[in-house]
């Protein structure tokens, strides 16, 4: 099993492609932490995931709570005894021109996108660089950690963060053997998609249907959503991996919409 007695961290995994990642984590042979700001929820998809004969916590975890994202770190490693694999993936959505953005929700979208992924990984970088066995981070970013959309200011400047994150922590983890990675999925039909496709179709004064093939798909290959499993399977593949030579890389994973 590719994952076999890995511990996996991973933030927002309640539901959508958090949950995802979790399920195939737990297929190849991972122990899983579901950390979301819902502890309910955290624990009920960690229940449903050991259901399936695998180990898995819910854990409580505002990611931007430094003392919640610590005491949820330790919870982890004291229940599996440290952590090998964070993907930080907790994130909201809040559409506005930028001239009707407001600083209290631009200051909300990259503290949950930037500071969150600043805790999580500060504090499970601890566990991997004293456990001496490697590690992997994987952060998740978004096809715009590459490119703009009109009434997202503050979520592409901090999916755009994340790939500088990545790269400092790929330097500097490199010596313990912990490799840094991004995922930059195109839209994937989650409650965070589903939300913004009416509210676009407000904001630009088109039809929802117009939102989905003239905004969202549009620049795609085939007009097709990405899946969550789309997703995790290239997160299985970074976590993975055994060397430092794919780390500091950012991966699109979109349906050709934006391609390198």
């Avoid at 737990?26 to 700001?37: F, Q, R, S, T």
């Avoid at 180990?55 to 975890?61: D, E, H, K, P, T």
């Avoid at 610590?70 to 021109?97: C, M, Y």
């Avoid at 053997?177 to 995922?183: D, E, P, Q, S």
Wanted: glycine share 10%.
């Amino acid at each position: 099993m590719q994952l076999k007695d890995k511990v996996a961290f991973i933030t927002g995994s309640a539901s959508g492609i958090g949950k995802e990642i979790a399920i195939v984590y737990a297929k190849a042979g991972a122990k899983i932490v579901i950390a979301d700001l819902n502890k309910a929820a955290a624990e009920a998809t960690a229940a449903e995931i050991a259901a399936t004969g695998a180990q898995a916590i819910g854990v409580g975890v505002d990611v931007t709570d430094e003392d919640q994202v610590n005491a949820g770190v330790e919870q982890a490693v004291k229940a599996f005894g440290g952590i090998d694999i964070l993907v930080s993936n907790a994130g909201i959505q809040i559409v506005h021109p930028v001239d009707e953005f407001s600083f209290a929700d631009w200051k909300k979208m990259l503290a949950i996108h930037l500071d969150g992924a600043f805790l999580t990984t500060k504090a499970c970088l601890k566990h991997m660089y004293a456990q001496g066995r490697g590690g992997s981070v994987i952060y998740m970013g978004s096809v715009h950690s590459k490119e703009a959309s009109v009434l997202k200011a503050p979520y592409v400047t901090a999916k755009h963060g994340l790939i500088g994150l990545c790269k400092t922590v790929a330097k500097e983890g490199a010596k313990y053997g912990v490799r840094a990675n991004v995922i930059c999925p195109g839209f994937v039909r989650t409650p965070l998609v589903e939300k913004q496709i009416p509210e676009q179709a407000k904001t630009l004064g088109i039809t929802e249907e117009q939102v989905v093939k003239n905004v969202m798909l549009k620049e795609t290959v085939d007009g097709e959503f990405t899946t969550t499993d789309d997703v995790a399977q290239v997160a299985l593949m970074f976590a993975g991996f055994p060397t430092n030579a794919l780390t500091g890389q950012s991966l699109v994973v979109s349906h050709g919409w934006f391609m390198q």
